[in-house]
Structures are given as structure tokens and as C-alpha cells.
């Protein structure tokens, strides 16, 4: 397991309804991504922080987690500013505005998808996905995606720290070799896994018949109704003051 499957396994909230956190925390994220940057974008930002406090989330691991996209959103945040042209390089009107609210809606809209992630298990996430009706194969597939992609990680975590221990990062020439014959590795072995995975589900039986055992999650009408009210007073109050 990775740092984000085992802080979600062990958050708190990890037993509770997947409906109510889908309501809460992708409400918030829908509402970053519409409402006006000011000042609804600080005031989700700071709910988000309190749901995050009250779930036990990894501060450091949340952190990195929303910083490593919205880095490479910053890097291509340039034909917002500037233009290039045969007379120079020219600045855009308003620009830097433009940038800033594109990286500020990254950053809050990152920040609860990845506190959705935190506090919700993959496996939850596939039996609630069922339990609304989403086609049977096409959680199947979900799930076996997942599970390679966790392989996968492995086997190059796996064969990094060979590599290291071969002394393959001991200069910058042989680090660069190194990554490289990892990358053409990883590349050929994920196609024959993923053949694998293809003719395995081909030999398998009805996958619509396939049950798993789970945890009963009831819905907790109570919290519907406050996350509804929540997102009701975000949304009252980014309008308002506008």
C-alpha cells in the first residue's frame, strides 16, 4: 500500500458513506470551480482545511499531494501573462490576473480532490459506485486499472532501489542511464500485464455476477441536510459579496 491508501484506510472518515462525503467534498470542489475567485475561494479553502483537520489528515502528504499538480499548472500558467511575437515578447492585459485565479482554482479545487482521496478508500469508492447503478463491467475494469497501477508502483519502487543499491545513482551519468533503462522497463512490462489483465477477464465468467463482502454505510440524513445547508451559505455568500 501507498502513503494515500493507507492514510485513507486509516482516516476516520473512511467508515463513513461515500454519498455524504461525495456531497460534501466534490460539492465544495463544483463550487471552486464556478462561483466567483472572490470571496468564495477563501472561504471553501478554509472549510476545506477544517474537514481536513476533523478527518486526521496527513498534513505533510495533503500538502504534497496538491502542491505536485498545481507546480505544473504554475509552469504553464506563461501564454496567460505573455505572448510571443516577431516584435518580442509582449505582456497580456490582465494576465497576471488571469493566471492567479486559474492557479488559486487548481490549488482549491486539488485540495478537495485530494481530501476526497484521503478519506476514502479505493475499495469504498468501487461498492458505493455499484450501489448507484454505474455498470457492473465497467467498475470491474476500474478496479482492475487500479490494482495494476498499485503493481506497477511497486515494481518501480522495487526496481529503483535496486538500481540504487547497484550503485546506479552514485554519478549523474549512470542516475540518467538508470532512469532511463527503469522507464523502457516499466514501459514493456505494463503492456504485458495489461495483456494479461485483458485475457484474464476474458476467461472469467459474468462479471456482473461477481459480489464481494463489504460493510453496510448507512446515509446519515442529518449530515445530507447540513452539507446541503453548507454549501447553500458558500454559495449565498460568494454571490453576495461579489
Known amino acids: 500500500m501507498n502513503a494515500l491508501e493507507i492514510a485513507a484506510a486509516n482516516s476516520p472518515w473512511a467508515r463513513v458513506n461515500v454519498g455524504e462525503k461525495v456531497l460534501l467534498i466534490l460539492g465544495l470542489l463544483v463550487l471552486a470551480i464556478s462561483l466567483p475567485p472572490l470571496p468564495a475561494l477563501p472561504i471553501i479553502a478554509a472549510v476545506l482545511i477544517l474537514l481536513a483537520v476533523s478527518a486526521k489528515v496527513p498534513p505533510r502528504l495533503y500538502a504534497a499531494l496538491i502542491l505536485a499538480p498545481a507546480t505544473f499548472i504554475l509552469l504553464g500558467l506563461g501564454p496567460l501573462v505573455f505572448s510571443v511575437s516577431t516584435s518580442g515578447l509582449r505582456w497580456i492585459d490582465g494576465g497576471l490576473v488571469d493566471a492567479a485565479t486559474v492557479l488559486a482554482r487548481t490549488v482549491v479545487g486539488m485540495s478537495a480532490t485530494m481530501l476526497f482521496a484521503l478519506t476514502t478508500p479505493m475499495s469504498e469508492q468501487l461498492v458505493w ?61 505494463s503492456f504485458s500485464r495489461a495483456r494479461a489483465l485483458q485475457e484474464g477477464m476474458e476467461l472469467r465468467a459474468d462479471i456482473s455476477e461477481i459480489s464481494t463482502l463489504h460493510a453496510s454505510r448507512p446515509v446519515r440524513w442529518p449530515v445530507i441536510i447540513g452539507s446541503v445547508a453548507l454549501l447553500a451559505a458558500v454559495t449565498a455568500l460568494g454571490i453576495i459579496f461579489w
Open 129 to 189: 459506485f455499484r450501489s448507484v447503478g454505474v455498470p457492473a463491467p465497467l467498475v470491474h475494469i476500474t478496479m482492475l486499472t487500479y490494482r495494476m497501477t498499485g503493481t506497477l508502483i511497486t515494481t518501480a519502487r522495487t526496481m529503483w532501489e535496486a538500481q540504487a543499491a547497484r550503485l546506479g545513482h552514485s554519478s549523474r551519468r549512470r542516475w540518467i542511464h538508470s532512469v532511463a533503462g527503469q522507464a523502457a522497463s516499466l514501459f514493456v512490462l
